[in-house]
């Protein structure tokens, strides 16, 4: 059944292939249940024009893969099967391995708050996937749909999309490469907004600078250390108790003045708008709001107020036209405090306080009709960020047409590349994290977004040394390059962690501005064409298989960034996988064993500029470098992008594209300018050519920039002694660096020490990690058959742990467990964990966690406070002590998941997010078993107990968690009365 503009349509047919027509060109087409649902299908926000999706072409062809589709309880299923030996990348913004083969993803926009690798629902929706045959062709599949997607790809070769009915899917080749699929694909949802070339300078970010003094400083010690940045951010705390588009007057109290005084020393200023507003008479944003009646509202037509930061909030409702217009001139006036750019945050919408940590899906839309027109929140929650995104662009081309407007946004949806640049939201301070960083980074890209990044060093938790150091070197690399972390945790600069890291960090971001013509190269490329900024490595060679699970490389065009997320191994030290063909290591004298490793793809040229600060030091003047790799033909071609740097010349002509080609004859290289492009007049400068030989050898040579110039061969003997030479004098210099300090411990702070390894227990069906330091905690609990992860939680709170006592925990439990055991046998099929903490006065908690090989599908615990010394005049027993077993389980889908059981006395129970906290004991305690049911998956975590050791449960719905505990009771322990719970998990399907 769909609604759309007054008309209702019941699908015809409920299963079967599905219909198709041909649109937007040749290899695309569109595929509909029936006739009738594409008469009722909600009009397209990931096109640029709806219309295009809407208008069959003239095309004569049909389509190599047809879906088939199931229509059932309002859902509809589209299966569709592609080659055995296929591949599948993209789905957007997505935790885990970069190759999704096997993973499922759920689109519905999260505040995401220290995910996992394992958490399906993070702040951005793409429901599109990329197949690279096993041809090495590639093919794309888009489910049109705003709604909550399941994306299912773990059945080898083939994608299942699972949304509520209507919606078309849109088909994409098989065209010759990945990248063939991606310019098709901007055809379609558009390519990204053409960034100012500041943008892509380093960025200083935390939350929060807490004055302008405190930002003056940031940035006077930036130059003083000649560490290059260019933008300076400014968190929600500049903000007068939290209300967007004001300045608290004693900390910010002339933000012009701040803005200025930025200025004069190189750097831009971003500032933070949320969109929760707060709900209070005589706040100018809220009057004006609520004057225009731009509110979301609930069923009963008052405005919806949620829990955000300045407490009880009003949420704008962008998809109407006058809402955008109103929230467009608060932005007009606020561009005019000095703002450079602005940073929309907490819009996925997140709301605190509640299970499901947004609105409710009952609330109400009143959207334009090009839009949807009148819907409830469920249809519009997913395209809320980038609604939000385009308002606040539109509002700063509305305060100044002739600067390009930079915006970076949490939350987004597939399309939302032509409004803001994103990051990868609230990650962690581990390794984890930074090896994660790069697949998810290549992913938004394969999704058509390709100006992101993550919070370089992490954002929850205490970076070490060695693991910031490392983080920067990669993370400066990225297209989008911004270092952040969040309040409480220890200073995140460059200069925070030693001279070593300080060092490595200054050499990594002097490399990036070295690139940066190269980059801005890359990004306009990708501005007028839709192709990739950052590629996984594959893309250098799609037909060869060994190259798609790669993760510790990645191109930026033909430069390969080698790298290591090995806490152990620098780039330089790990086995070097590169694509056939000649790929040619180079520098800048800058090579450092916490660095990646950069390769130079044969047959390619690319252009580098001198160090720099800031980017505004850059002058069109400046010598012109020019890196060369010939191929085996001895041929080499390449191309620069050059003009004001913003402003919307370059759509005018305004700007000069030039292309250059390298040919050697015999003993002579010689290169030149091939073709050119735009109106401007090519600069007086000198050019510098370096001509790569091999084993970081190079040839220099200088001219003028638009005359030939050549390069003259020495000859083979001598060749081969440069490479020598320069092999050797790179090993020398690599074992002589200062390298960051391996020390994996940093000061602690609020009891927490997110830097040490977590413990990895993988046996059977589950793969666990344990953080014995805090508690005993297991911060996540993976079920490998099912791909679920019950648990995924920050370090230092949530998660499950046990403890004595009956209170609630705060973070950093200070019952800390040591590893006493470890025994694994016969190589991973049985494996079981001890544990130990010590609780004071003679007692100890003794876990021991196993998953055994005759039932591999069961996690077993085994918990129990034990009397070691227990003082005479006791008389032999302890004080009174609770054992309480505390796990926090993530909920995927809020609204879906329930606690099911039969109680002692044998009646049925289904309990409810909007049932609170509930205890059971008595004739209520579950018969020795419960179950979370999570209703989107069909699965159930089921947890069973000894009901002779337990006491009571208590459930405990929290934001997007539930805490199902088991109580023992309350008494001495002696030591031949421990208090001991047993009990065991299992995950089932269910109807």
């Not at 930036?222 to 588009?245: A, H, L, Q, T």
């Not at 012009?256 to 100018?284: C, Q, T």
């Not at 200069?495 to 960090?505: L, P």
């Given at each position: 059944m769909a609604e759309y503009d007054g008309k209702t349509v019941t699908a015809d047919v409920t299963s079967g292939n599905m219909i198709f027509e041909p649109v937007l060109e040749d290899g695309v087409f569109r595929f509909d249940c029936s006739g009738n649902d594409r008469i009722a299908a909600y009009p397209s926000l990931s096109f640029l024009d709806t219309k295009i999706r809407d208008t069959p072409i003239m095309n004569k062809k049909e389509p190599l893969y047809t879906p088939t589709f199931e229509c059932a309880n309002g859902k509809q299923i589209v299966n569709i099967e592609l080659p055995p030996g296929t591949s599948f990348y993209g789905t957007g913004e997505v935790g885990g391995q970069l190759e999704r083969t096997g993973k499922r993803v759920f689109t519905w926009n999260t505040d995401a708050w220290g995910y996992g690798s394992g958490t399906t629902s993070l702040y951005q929706s793409h429901s599109w996937v990329l197949a690279v045959l096993p041809s090495g062709e590639a093919f794309g599949v888009l489910a049109d749909t705003t709604q909550r997607c399941e994306i299912d790809l773990r059945k080898e070769s083939r994608i299942k999309f699972t949304a509520e009915s209507p919606y078309p899917v849109i088909t994409f080749g098989p065209f010759a490469s990945p990248t063939a699929v991606l310019i098709s694909l901007s055809h379609a949802i558009g390519t990204v907004f053409m960034p100012p070339k500041w943008s892509l300078g380093y960025h200083q970010c935390r939350w929060s600078y807490d004055?302008?003094?405190?930002?003056?400083?940031?940035?006077?010690?930036?130059?003083?250390?000649?560490?290059?940045?260019?933008?300076?951010?400014?968190?929600?705390?500049?903000?007068?108790?939290?209300?967007?588009?004001?300045?608290?007057?004693?900390?910010?109290?002339?933000?012009?003045?701040?803005?200025?005084?930025?200025?004069?020393?190189?750097?831009?200023?971003?500032?933070?708008?949320?969109?929760?507003?707060?709900?209070?008479?005589?706040?100018?944003?809220?009057?004006?709001?609520?004057e225009n009646d731009v509110w979301i509202q609930k069923a009963d037509e008052t405005p919806f107020i949620g829990e955000v930061w300045p407490g009880p909030c009003v949420f704008p409702d962008f998809t109407q036209e006058k809402t955008r217009l109103w929230w467009g001139k608060l932005v007009k006036e606020f561009i005019s405090n000095g703002v450079d750019g602005i940073w929309n945050d907490m819009n996925e919408p997140a709301v605190f306080k509640v299970v499901t940590k947004t609105m409710p899906e009952t609330n109400i839309h009143r959207g334009d009709t090009e839009l949807g027109g009148f819907q409830n929140h469920s249809h519009y929650h997913n395209v809320y960020g980038m609604l939000m995104a385009r308002s606040t662009k539109d509002g700063m081309e509305l305060a100044n047409k002739n600067r390009r407007p930079f915006v970076l946004t949490r939350a987004g949806f597939i399309g939302s590349q032509r409004y803001a640049a994103t990051w990868t939201g609230d990650n962690l301070s581990t390794w984890e994290?930074?090896?994660?960083?790069?697949?998810?980074?290549?992913?938004l890209g394969l999704s058509g977004q390709p100006l992101s990044g993550p919070d370089i060093g992490g954002f929850a938790g205490n970076a070490t040394p060695k693991l910031f150091g490392r983080w920067m070197g990669i993370g400066a690399m990225f297209?989008?390059?911004?270092?952040?972390?969040?309040?409480?945790?220890?200073?995140?600069?460059?200069?925070?962690?030693?001279?070593?890291?300080?060092?490595?960090?200054?050499?990594?971001?002097?490399?990036?501005?070295?690139?940066i013509p190269h980059i801005y190269t890359l990004f306009y490329m990708a501005h007028i064409k839709g192709t990739p900024v950052a590629a996984p490595t594959f893309f250098a060679d799609s037909k060869d298989p060994s190259l798609r699970k790669i993760e510790n490389s990645f191109l930026l065009g033909p430069v390969l960034i080698y790298s290591s997320t090995n806490l152990d191994k620098g780039s330089y030290q790990l086995p070097l996988v590169l694509p056939k063909g000649i790929w040619l290591h180079f520098d800048f004298n800058d090579s450092h064993p916490d660095l990646p490793t950069l390769y130079l793809q044969g047959g390619s040229i690319i252009p580098v500029g001198r160090p720099l600060q800031h980017i505004g030091e850059a002058n069109l003047t400046d010598d012109l470098s020019l890196i060369i790799a010939l191929d085996d033909h001895g041929k080499a071609e390449g191309v620069l992008f050059e003009d004001d740097g913003d402003g919307y010349e370059f759509s005018r002509e305004g700007y000069l594209l030039t292309?250059?080609?390298?040919?050697?004859?015999?003993?002579?290289?010689?290169?030149?300018?091939?073709?050119?492009?735009?109106s401007w007049k090519r600069p007086k400068r000198r050019l510098h050519l370096q001509l790569l030989l091999g084993g970081g050898a190079k040839l220099d040579a200088w001219g003028i920039d638009g005359e030939v110039v050549k390069i003259m061969i020495p000859l083979e003997s001598e060749v081969s002694h440069l490479i020598s030479t320069s092999e050797e004098q790179y090993r020398a210099h690599m074992e002589s660096a200062k390298c960051i300090p391996g020390v994996e411990e940093v000061s602690e702070q609020k009891g927490i020490d997110l830097s040490r390894s977590p413990i990895e227990l993988k046996s059977g069906d589950w793969i666990l990690k344990m953080v014995p330091w805090i508690g005993g905690r297991m911060i996540s609990m993976m079920h490998f058959p099912s791909g679920t992860q019950w648990l995924h939680s920050r370090v230092e709170v949530d998660g499950y742990e046990e403890y004595s006592g009956t209170e609630y925990r705060s973070a950093g439990c200070?019952?800390?467990?040591?590893?006493?055991?470890?025994?694994?046998?016969?190589?991973?099929?049985?494996?079981?964990?001890?544990?130990?903490?010590?609780?004071?006065?003679?007692?100890?908690?003794?876990?021991?966690?196993?998953?055994?090989?005759?039932?591999?599908?069961?996690?077993?615990?085994?918990?129990?406070?034990?009397?070691?010394?227990?003082?005479?005049?006791?008389?032999?027993?302890?004080?009174?002590?609770?054992?309480?077993?505390?796990?926090?389980?993530?909920?995927?889908?809020?609204?879906?998941?329930?606690?099911?059981?039969?109680?002692?006395?044998?009646?049925?129970?289904?309990?409810?997010?909007?049932?609170?906290?509930?205890?059971?004991?008595?004739?209520?305690?579950?018969?020795?078993?419960?179950?979370l049911e999570d209703r989107s998956l069909h699965l159930g975590l089921v947890n069973r107990f000894n009901i002779n050791e337990v006491f009571k449960c208590l459930i405990h719905w929290g934001t997007g968690t539930v805490n199902m505990e088991l109580w023992s009771e309350q008494r001495p322990v002696s030591k031949a009365s421990p208090l001991r719970i047993s009990h065991e998990y299992e995950v089932r399907e269910i109807s």
């Open positions: 004055s302008d003094a405190k930002v003056l400083k940031i940035a006077r010690t930036f130059r003083e250390k000649g560490i290059p940045c260019d933008v300076i951010w400014m968190d929600i705390d500049y903000m007068d108790g939290f209300r967007c588009f004001t300045f608290d007057q004693e900390r910010f109290p002339d933000p012009k003045s701040l803005v200025n005084d930025l200025h004069r020393n190189g750097f831009k200023a971003i500032w933070m708008l949320d969109p929760g507003i707060k709900h209070e008479e005589g706040y100018f944003v809220y009057d004006s709001g609520s994290h930074l090896h994660m960083s790069v697949s998810m980074v290549l992913q297209p989008f390059c911004r270092g952040h972390s969040e309040m409480g945790t220890l200073d995140h600069e460059p200069w925070s962690f030693g001279v070593e890291c300080e060092e490595v960090c200054r050499l990594a971001l002097m490399r990036r501005y070295r690139l292309y250059y080609v390298a040919e050697r004859q015999s003993s002579v290289v010689t290169v030149k300018v091939s073709r050119t492009e735009g200070s019952e800390e467990y040591i590893v006493l055991e470890r025994d694994l046998h016969q190589a991973g099929k049985e494996e079981a964990l001890k544990l130990e903490g010590d609780i004071g006065g003679g007692l100890v908690i003794e876990r021991q966690i196993s998953i055994k090989k005759d039932n591999p599908s069961v996690l077993y615990i085994d918990s129990s406070i034990v009397a070691r010394q227990v003082g005479a005049g006791s008389g032999g027993f302890s004080r009174l002590v609770c054992l309480r077993v505390h796990p926090a389980f993530s909920l995927l889908h809020p609204s879906q998941s329930f606690v099911s059981f039969i109680s002692v006395d044998g009646t049925k129970h289904e309990i409810g997010p909007d049932s609170g906290e509930l205890f059971l004991e008595g004739d209520l305690l579950p018969n020795g078993e419960w179950m």
